[in-house]
């Protein structure tokens, strides 16, 4: 599961998407008796949110076709100017 986000279940993920996202999908999805509830990801591999089911992610787009999901050359980069810029944000302000 994702650090930060504690869901009860599946049905509770369906719940809270279906409102704020799409509702046709998610009726979609129950109607077919889908109940992948995307979770983890890395590389070229998705996980169901229990952490069960592990997936090749055959419908990836743009970069994550490229590059994968989460490509520690892309996130460490962005994560180092992301923390550097927080940091100058900081002092310009005082």
């Not at 279940?9 to 008796?33: T, W």
């Not at 892309?74 to 100017?81: G, H, N, R, T």
Request: glycine share 10%.
């Amino acid at each position: 599961m994702s650090e930060g986000w504690s869901f009860s279940g599946k049905k509770e993920v369906f719940d809270l998407y279906a409102p704020c996202v799409s509702p046709g999908k998610v009726a979609f999805f129950e109607s077919a008796g889908i109940e992948f509830s995307m979770g983890r990801r890395e590389g070229p591999y998705i996980w169901d949110i229990s952490g069960d089911k592990r997936l090749i992610d055959c419908h990836c787009n743009g970069g994550v076709f490229n590059l994968g999901h989460r490509n520690p050359e892309v996130i460490d980069p962005l994560s180092f100017w992301s923390a550097s810029l927080q940091r100058s944000a900081i002092s310009a302000s005082y």
